[in-house]
């Protein structure tokens, strides 16, 4: 019988036609030539399709499932040191997905009963493995092991709203959470111990209305996207208030939708704009540098672009939401200078 299905399988695979080649994309760079590249485009990722298919027609043969598991409504991105594994909240499939570059693989991170998740946006992880989820309809911050067992719960007792974007600050051991409805920050130790909250609704500088994504600098600065209010806001460890750039507009530099925020090894921040279906990159002072991508479904375009992520390699990692993608980019620094220079 054995003999029989792999002649079967032999025959079938013979039968089968050769996948379409994908177009090269890899001299895709901003700004264009023959200006000085500064993000070059690397690879685009949505399920189990783009680490290799299974041959359709032997997981017909075999009841399979030949796309495997693929992104339907992803938020937030996360990376680990190496680059190896990406994790991607998905809100649709109520799942983090996680891309496994060197297995080619992609599968649920699977979580015991207490971490189970309805709507989870951000994630991030920290260098003990441990995973840090926002979920908006539990209204409370998920603490993971790298084995998807719940450690913590955060959260209820501070009656969150909305939590949506974290940012971690290992360097001064704390976890900070934006509260979108409650237009505020709340930040907590790395043992799950509430700090301390600030910010109310206004447009005030150091007021927020509805904050979404957030970073920490390199300084222990933390950058928050102030998405009512149409701009960035910059405030120290203690919710002190530092500085802001940005306003409404529909030109370079401006903010109409502001969401996921990160910034690269010189300290620029990137910027994604849900609106504008690109991200743009500024330095501290808020003067803008570049902005990468436009309205579509190609390599470089985005539609309703949300979470993003910025590794220590200087990989940038961009939620394509809506084309149920993560786009990953390359930032290129020319000999030690940065993108300002």
């Not at 130790?189 to 206004?202: P, V």
């Not at 500024?282 to 003067?287: A, I, M, S, V």
Request: glycine fraction near 10%; hydrophobic fraction near 40%.
């Amino acid at each position: 019988m054995l003999a029989c299905l792999g002649v079967a399988l032999a025959g079938l695979s013979g039968c089968a036609s050769e996948p379409a080649k994908k177009k090269d994309y890899s001299d895709l760079v901003w700004p264009s030539p023959p200006e000085q590249p500064r993000i070059r485009f690397v690879a685009e990722y949505s399920g189990q399709k783009d680490l290799g298919v299974k041959d359709e027609l032997k997981a017909a043969l075999l009841g399979e499932e030949p796309a495997g598991l693929a992104l339907q409504k992803p938020y937030g991105v996360a990376a680990s040191a190496d680059g190896k594994l990406i994790y991607v909240t998905d809100t649709k499939l109520r799942a983090i997905v996680v891309f496994d570059l060197e297995k080619k693989e992609v599968r649920p991170l699977r979580t015991d009963a207490q971490g189970a998740m309805y709507n989870p946006l951000e994630i991030r992880l920290d260098k003990q493995g441990r995973f840090f989820v926002s979920d908006s309809e539990r209204k409370e911050v998920l603490v993971l092991s790298a084995e998807g067992k719940t450690l913590m719960a955060l959260g209820k007792k501070e009656e969150i709203g909305r939590p949506t974007g974290l940012a971690l600050d290992e360097a001064r051991n704390r976890l900070y959470v934006a509260d979108t409805t409650k237009h505020q920050v709340l930040v907590y130790d790395l043992a799950g111990k509430h700090l301390l909250t600030f910010g109310e609704r206004g447009s005030d500088p150091g007021q927020l209305n509805y904050p979404v994504n957030l970073a920490v600098d390199r300084d222990g600065q933390l950058l928050v996207t102030d998405t009512g209010n149409f701009r960035v806001q910059i405030f120290d460890g203690e919710g002190k208030f530092i500085n802001n750039f940005g306003q409404l507009g529909d030109s370079y530099g401006s903010f109409s939708r502001p969401k996921g925020i990160a910034l690269d090894s010189d300290n620029n921040v990137y910027v994604v704009d849900a609106a504008f279906n690109n991200f743009q990159i500024f330095n501290r002072e808020g003067k803008i540098l570049l902005f990468v991508g436009t309205t579509g479904h190609e390599p470089g375009k985005f539609w309703l672009p949300a979470g993003m992520f910025v590794d220590s390699m200087d990989r940038i990692y961009v939620v394509d939401s809506t084309n149920a993608r993560i786009q990953v980019f390359q930032y290129i620094k020319e000999k030690g200078e940065s993108i300002d220079k």
